[in-house]
């Protein structure tokens, strides 16, 4: 275990006479408190993502861009937090003994007794959530996407059928007849 050196006039002493500091507790509590939070902005994206996704069902598409930038500030902070969990992830890892580069499964594997039994929750919490996510917002993209080309569809009919030529080109849409100034009021 590694252990700060402190000097002090009275307590446990190591050899060279400084006070021996186990910092463990501290980046345990440092690493619980990350993973926490990635928890918590994990739930917050999910509902962004479930935001967006009656949005799109409800045709509100207006609402639709407010909730992408709602959605870029939660998947940069949650950027950044993973970033500091992997930082103190290594300093916990370093501090126990082992390679840096250890998961969080190891980490706990590393820790004596039921000191790492809130962190297996945590991170298995937010493995799933993680999982979660990508689920939920593949579900998302894939509507937008379909609603997008059924939109592209429409657009594509109504061009032809205003058009007047009813004849498609090589790239296997109708060409556009004479230039024809129209407007579709779809809120009706």
Same mark, same amino acid.
């Given at each position: 275990m590694n252990q700060s050196r402190l000097p002090s006039s009275d307590g446990p002493f190591g050899e060279d006479g400084d006070l021996?500091?186990?910092?463990?507790? +501290?980046? *345990?509590?440092?690493? =619980? @408190?990350?993973?926490?939070?990635?928890?918590?902005?994990?739930?917050?994206?999910?509902?962004?993502?479930?935001?967006?996704?009656?949005?799109?069902?409800?045709?509100?598409?207006d609402r639709v861009p407010e909730i992408a930038s709602v959605e870029e500030k939660i998947i940069d902070r949650l950027h950044r937090l993973d970033l500091q969990r992997t930082?103190?992830?290594?300093?916990?890892? +370093?501090? *126990?003994?082992?390679? =840096? @580069?250890?998961?969080?499964?190891v980490i706990v594997d590393a820790l004596d007794g039921d000191r790492g039994t809130k962190l297996a929750v945590l991170a298995a919490?937010?493995?799933?959530?993680?999982?979660?996510?990508?689920k939920e917002n593949s579900v998302v993209r894939s509507a937008t996407e379909s609603l997008a080309r059924h939109?592209?569809?429409?657009?594509?009919?109504?061009?032809?059928?205003?058009?007047?030529?009813?004849?498609?080109?090589?790239?296997?849409q109708l060409r556009d007849g004479t230039t024809l100034a129209s407007g579709l009021d779809l809120t009706t």
């Open positions: 021996a500091v186990d910092t463990t507790p +501290v980046l *345990l509590r440092q690493l =619980e @408190e990350t993973l926490s939070t990635q928890v918590e902005g994990y739930r917050r994206f999910l509902e962004a993502i479930t935001r967006k996704r009656d949005a799109i069902r409800g045709a509100d598409l930082q103190q992830g290594r300093r916990l890892a +370093v501090c *126990l003994g082992i390679d =840096e @580069e250890s998961s969080i499964s919490q937010l493995r799933g959530l993680v999982d979660q996510t990508k939109m592209a569809g429409i657009v594509q009919s109504v061009t032809g059928a205003l058009s007047g030529t009813g004849v498609y080109g090589r790239q296997g």
